[in-house]
């Protein structure tokens, strides 16, 4: 699958970039029922190798997550790890599945207290590879302002990723383990 970016790779306001792509159909894992709603679990396990952004000070490193194809889908942020080129988050997140929804994204940022933050790199999970059971992935962070730095230190996050189906009489959600901020 071939991405192109299109928007301001440098605002965690904005989500990082807007991104385009070819439309692919998520299908339904073979042991759910016609009528259950799907939903995409993430857990952000940790981030390896990532570039010092900043002169003085190691990064301070956060993720932001979300789906793409329904802006009513919630954002997500980790919390901060400050000072580790290494973070480990550990921070659990759910989203309900809707047609045309492919991509999951996870961006990772350096947070800055006097400047705006940086992002160090993107990362993309296609939904329509993923199956029922849940999988570790270990995916490389990209930015085309930093492809030399990212390249160089082989910058990488660590995710868990699945689907999982609720029958429609089913309402109540499964609430997520941690206390991750909800945007």
């Known amino acids: 699958m071939m991405l192109e970016a299109t928007g301001n790779l440098n605002s965690p306001d904005s989500r990082g970039a807007q991104w385009a792509w070819s439309a692919v159909e998520l299908s339904r894992p073979p042991s759910s029922p016609a009528n259950a709603e799907m939903y995409v ?93 849940e999988v570790e992935m270990k995916l490389d962070l990209k930015n085309p302002l930093l492809r030399k730095k990212l390249t160089a230190c082989k910058s990488s996050v660590l995710v868990k990723v699945g689907l999982r189906s609720s029958s429609v009489h089913d309402i109540a959600s499964r609430p997520m383990a941690d206390s991750s901020i909800r945007m």
């Open 41 to 133: 679990t993430l857990t952000v396990l940790s981030a390896s190798n990532l570039p010092k952004m900043d002169v003085l000070r190691k990064c301070d490193g956060y993720c932001m997550v979300y789906v793409d194809g329904n802006t009513l889908q919630p954002t997500y942020r980790t919390e901060t790890v400050v000072g580790s080129l290494n973070p480990e988050w550990n921070s659990s997140f759910e989203w309900q599945l809707y047609p045309g929804m492919t991509i999951l994204t996870v961006a990772v940022w350096d947070r800055d207290n006097l400047t705006a933050d940086d992002l160090i790199g993107t990362a993309f999970v296609d939904l329509s590879d993923l199956s029922s059971s």
